[in-house]
């Protein structure tokens, strides 16, 4: 493992971490480093090759889960919509998110994407490039996300010039 990449997941491990409620530092912490497997994206959910490594579950108080997934080139989520949103930063390549009704928009690794609860929307890499993004997603009522319809690949053509 490179000094980078074990800075990244340092980093990511904190970060993760803190939304969960505890300080680096105290008793309850618990670090995990590449321990959290990253498992295919199921195909009733996404098209093209993903993966989804689960970092944290909603653990009361909190309600946030949180999740890396990764993107190959022409890769992409169902739409879907999540009953008390859903935060995307992502960390590595560039992809694509529609909401319903809106322009396909680009997004590429430092860029933060808030989509409010219950907006239909889709999110992915480009034709050509892989993306990943760190997801954090609020429960409701127990429920994060509705997975929808695959987005088709006329939806899927990216920004217009």
């Known amino acids: 493992m490179t000094n980078m990449r074990a800075e990244w997941l340092r980093s990511l491990t904190i970060a993760v971490t803190l939304l969960a409620g505890a300080s680096v530092g105290q008793a309850q912490t618990v670090v995990r480093r590449d321990s959290v497997e990253a498992k295919p994206g199921p195909a009733t959910t996404f098209t093209g090759r993903v993966t989804v490594r689960m970092l944290t579950s909603p653990t009361p108080p909190g309600q946030a889960g949180t ?47 808030y989509v409010k609860p219950g907006v239909r929307h889709w999110h992915g890499a480009t034709t050509m490039t892989g993306m990943s993004h760190l997801a954090i997603s609020e429960t409701l009522a127990g429920q994060n996300v509705t997975w929808l319809e695959p987005v088709t690949d006329a939806q899927f053509r990216g920004p217009q010039r």
């Not at 859903?86 to 560039?94: E, N």
């Open 67 to 113: 999740a890396l997934v990764g993107f190959s080139p022409g890769a992409r989520s169902n739409w879907h919509t999540h009953p008390a949103g859903q935060t995307l930063y992502v960390t590595q390549g560039c992809g694509w998110t529609q909401k319903d009704g809106g322009p396909v928009a680009r997004i590429c690794q430092g860029d933060t994407v």
